[in-house]
């Protein structure tokens, strides 16, 4: 029987799936629930060492036997310590070693608790990984912790080999043996790079072909990278495509774009069979939130995400594969790979997503990014700034030539326009920037510098306040906390956009914005960088976007 402790179970489970074989067992309390199960299971050659200092080194010699990784268990507090001069001899020397240390809860370290210090990370920059796994009382403790445990095993051969730390907090009771089996865990392998000799390659290729249901998202890229059409051909058929604005030009075809508006408007039998049984992902941020829900809920079979860094990227948490290489490399690698054959998922998702009407709105937000982006000039840039912005954007059509960019690496609002006016100060294109009043107000000093030039226009979007909280779902907004949580004012940008040289123009209807929009978005160079202030009502604006969600829902019945 094993412990109940079921970080210890995933961790002990996982090591088996990666092949630590060679495992170390020091004495302790603590860690007997790591001794019982991992003595007790057949697949572990176990050898009891007392003293830590030689238990380390001890390991560091079954690994060099062989070459694969060995183990060491040792109990908390000042034990673990005594495994430093090994573990800085297994770095030094990339031995794959794997440190596993039980832990006290982390609320009793630093109150006087016996064998007690803070464990996680003790060995600094000495190891290549280390973790610190939770223990487990939820679903998403369960996938974290087993994210963790991947993570840090695959580290210990990745770019060379080298040791590792795992560290265990182990809550009492700690002598419960009632489990009679490990759980199944999930698995993850990382290739590094694709050869065609390679065994692992052929079967790769072999589980791509059995699966019909394929969806590929791609998520942030900052560059443009086209496909010849002898790869284009073979690879755009095979695959539901789904991007964002933010994607730019990196895929071998026309992207489905309004899956976000798709998935909203979809019943739950509709919804059932758009799931992809295989996902692969590149890129980076993926905006829409729906989009991760979809998949977080209905998980596909497999996880793909391709990287030139090998990183473990788990955001629909069912990652089980790392390719480590360039994703266009593997995209034209696997292309003459893929069966003769047209699957009909593709098609389910393009035929939905058509029959979706291009949005129409009213006098607000959206109407004045919806109006700026159909008349953008060609070879643009177009600047998104976070929160409500970046989201309307996706809802509206843009052309291929049209550069997209937006800080999606936190994601928040500051910065925007600093980013932007950067950018253009460097740029021989035009460049639009869409922005909200908050995030505008937020960063205005972006235009406190003498770096400005003509190829500069902001569409300020002024709504006083931060509208996209009254879109929440499930956010109600007492009297009291909703002048905190929306910030509202009644700010204009008018002064400071006149004060520093811009060409200013004020909207407050549908015949304003158009006469705007015509001067905003003329290809022609003009002599000062424009702004153009659009004041909507933020209530309004939030009543226009949920009933053209909810239409689109009806729609659908």
Not at 4 to 21: P, S, T, Y
Not at 494 to 514: I, M, N, S, T
Request: with cysteine; net charge negative.
């Amino acid at each position: 029987m094993y412990t109940d402790k079921k970080n210890i179970l995933q961790l002990v489970a996982l090591l088996e799936a990666h092949g630590v074989k060679k495992i170390v067992l020091c004495p302790g309390s603590r860690n007997i629930p790591l001794v019982h199960t991992l003595s007790t299971h057949s697949s572990f050659t176990c050898y009891p060492v007392t003293d830590e200092r030689s238990a380390g080194f001890f390991a560091i010699g079954l690994a060099l036997n062989g070459g694969g990784p060995a183990a060491v268990c040792c109990t908390s507090g000042t034990a673990l310590l005594n495994l430093h001069p090994a573990v800085a001899e297994a770095f030094y020397q990339n031995v794959p070693l794997v440190v596993i240390s039980a832990d006290r809860p982390a609320a009793w370290i630093g109150q006087m608790d016996g064998q007690t210090l803070p464990q996680p990370g003790v060995f600094g920059n000495l190891v290549k990984k280390s973790v610190s796994l939770p223990e487990i009382y939820t679903d998403e403790d369960e996938w974290y912790c087993n994210r963790l445990i991947n993570e840090a095993l695959l580290e210990t051969h990745h770019h060379g080999k080298g040791p590792v730390h795992i560290n265990v907090p182990v809550t009492e009771p700690i002598f419960r043996f009632t489990v009679e089996s490990l759980p199944e865990v999930r698995v993850i392998t990382r290739y590094q790079g694709l050869n065609v000799y390679d065994r692992d390659y052929n079967e790769l290729i072999k589980r791509l072909n059995q699966y019909q249901k394929r969806m590929i998202i791609v998520g942030q890229m900052n560059l443009i990278y086209l496909f010849e059409k002898k790869y284009s051909k073979l690879l755009y058929k095979h695959f539901a495509w789904l991007t964002e604005h933010i994607s730019n030009q990196t895929i071998p075809g026309i992207p489905v774009k309004n899956f976000d508006v798709a998935l909203y408007a979809m019943d739950e039998d509709t919804q059932e069979k758009m799931v992809p049984e295989l996902l692969i992902t590149y890129g980076g941020h993926v905006v829409s939130k729906r989009l991760k829900n979809f998949l977080r809920k209905n998980p596909p079979k497999e996880h793909w995400h391709v990287s030139a860094d090998g990183e473990v990227i788990d955001l629909y948490g069912s990652l089980t594969t790392v390719i480590e290489m360039d994703p266009f490399e593997f995209l034209e690698k696997i292309a003459f790979l893929l069966e003769n054959k047209t699957p009909q998922y593709p098609l389910l998702w393009e035929n939905y997503c058509k029959e979706l009407p291009q949005p129409e709105f009213p006098y607000s937000e959206m109407a004045a990014i919806g109006a700026l982006i159909k008349a953008l000039p060609e070879r643009c840039a177009l600047h998104l700034a976070n929160s409500s912005v970046i989201r309307y954007a996706q809802l509206f059509t843009a052309a291929s030539s049209v550069e997209v960019c937006c800080n999606r690496g936190t994601s928040g609002i500051e910065g925007s326009l600093s980013t932007a006016v950067g950018y253009a100060a460097a740029s021989d294109k035009l460049n639009f920037v869409v922005i909200g009043d908050l995030s505008f107000f937020y960063d205005m000093n972006a235009l406190w510098n003498t770096n400005l030039g003509p190829n500069l226009r902001i569409l300020l979007l002024n709504n006083g306040g931060g509208e996209i909280f009254h879109t929440l779902p499930g956010l109600e907004m007492s009297g009291t906390s909703h002048k905190f949580i929306t910030a509202v004012h009644k700010t204009s940008a008018r002064g400071w956009a006149e004060e520093r040289g811009f060409l200013y123009q004020k909207v407050e209807d549908e015949v304003q914005l158009e006469e705007a929009m015509a001067m905003f978005t003329q290809p022609e160079p003009m002599v000062h960088p424009v702004l153009v202030e659009v004041f909507t009502n933020k209530n309004k604006d939030a009543r226009i976007l949920k009933d053209y969600y909810h239409k689109n829902k009806k729609n659908d019945k």
